[in-house]
């Protein structure tokens, strides 16, 4: 059983940073991928990025490469989004989720636990 509680959202202007952190709990934190998706009105859950156990692999949706950085500490059981250059395009509802895989992760069917999410507003 894994519990995620987001937080760090809020809103920001254009060109501003915002970073998100993902608190878990559970012992196999450190044996699991996490991903971050969104979801803006109106619109499909989208993946955002993925990082593997270990720490040492990410991954992000094109749209947000260069500008998104995912990073864990899993000695506190946590990951963090750290969103720079930021556009109107990015505002949504953001989740942090937990994969049962050690790689990562990009489908929302393969993450087996989700936060509540944090509302993230960028405006122009």
């Known amino acids: 059983q894994v519990q995620l509680v987001e937080s760090g959202g809020g809103s920001v202007q254009a060109g501003g940073s915002l970073r998100l952190s993902c608190a878990a709990s559970g012992r196999t934190f450190s044996s699991i991928a996490m991903g971050w998706f969104r979801q803006a009105p109106g619109k499909e859950r989208e993946f955002v990025a993925t990082?593997?156990?270990?720490?040492?692999?990410?991954d992000y949706v094109n749209s947000v490469k260069g500008r998104f950085t995912m990073s864990r500490d899993n000695a506190k059981n946590t990951v963090s989004l750290q969103m720079d250059s930021l556009k109107p395009d990015d505002t949504a509802v953001y989740f942090c989720a937990a994969s049962p895989y050690a790689l990562q992760t990009y489908s929302p069917r393969e993450y087996n636990y989700w936060g509540q999410g944090t509302q993230v507003t960028v405006s122009s």
């Open positions: 990082i593997d156990s270990s720490g040492r692999n990410s």
